[in-house]
C-alpha cells in the first residue's frame, strides 16, 4: 500500500505529497513491529451472543507489522478527529499511557490507507489535520523509535 500511494503521488508530479508520504513512510518502517491481525475491519470481527467477547476470523494477513496497522485498518471508516478522540478516551478511562508509537502508527496508515482510498486525498481536510497531527507528533523526540531522526 505505502509504494502504491508513493507511486500514484510521483506519476501525478505531486512533489510535496511525495514528501509528505516518503517522510512518513521512514518514520512508520521504523516503528516498533507487533503481532497484527493484517486484514482487521468490522467484517472480520464477530461478536459471542452470550459473553460479548470479540472473536476475530480471516487471519491470511496476520505477522508482524508496525504497531498502529489494526487500529487504523478497524477505524478507517471513522473521521480521523473522532477516532482520535475515542482512542485517547479509551486510553483515559483504562489508564493506559500514551503509547506514542502506536498513535503516530495509527496517523500514518491511516493517512496511506485513505491516500489509496481518494486520489486527492491530500487535498482534503482530513490529509490537513492528518498531517498536522503527525508533525505534532514526530515534532517530539519520541521513545521506542531507534535510529528515527527528523533529518534537520
Not at 65 to 76: E, H, I, K, N, S
Not at 112 to 139: I, N, Q, T
Request: charge should be positive; proline fraction near 7%.
Amino acid at each position: 500500500m505505502i509504494t502504491d500511494v508513493c507511486l500514484a503521488a510521483l506519476k501525478r508530479r505531486q512533489w510535496r505529497e511525495l514528501e509528505r508520504l516518503l517522510t512518513m513512510a521512514l518514520v512508520v518502517y521504523r516503528l516498533p513491529r507487533v503481532f497484527s491481525h493484517g486484514d482487521l475491519h468490522p467484517q472480520n470481527v464477530l461478536v459471542q451472543e452470550s459473553t460479548g467477547a470479540p472473536i476475530f476470523i480471516d487471519w491470511d494477513h496476520a505477522g508482524m507489522l508496525p504497531v498502529g496497522c489494526d487500529l487504523a485498518r478497524l477505524l478507517l471508516s471513522v473521521p480521523p478527529r473522532l477516532a482520535e478522540a475515542w482512542i485517547e478516551e479509551v486510553q483515559a478511562r483504562e489508564g493506559v499511557p500514551r503509547p506514542d508509537a502506536l498513535r503516530l502508527g495509527w496517523l500514518i496508515m491511516t493517512y496511506f490507507a485513505l491516500s489509496r482510498r481518494h486520489p486527492d486525498f491530500h487535498a482534503m481536510e482530513e490529509s490537513r489535520y492528518l498531517h498536522r497531527r503527525f508533525a505534532e507528533s514526530w515534532g517530539r523526540k519520541r521513545p521506542g523509535f531507534g535510529a528515527v531522526s527528523q533529518g534537520h
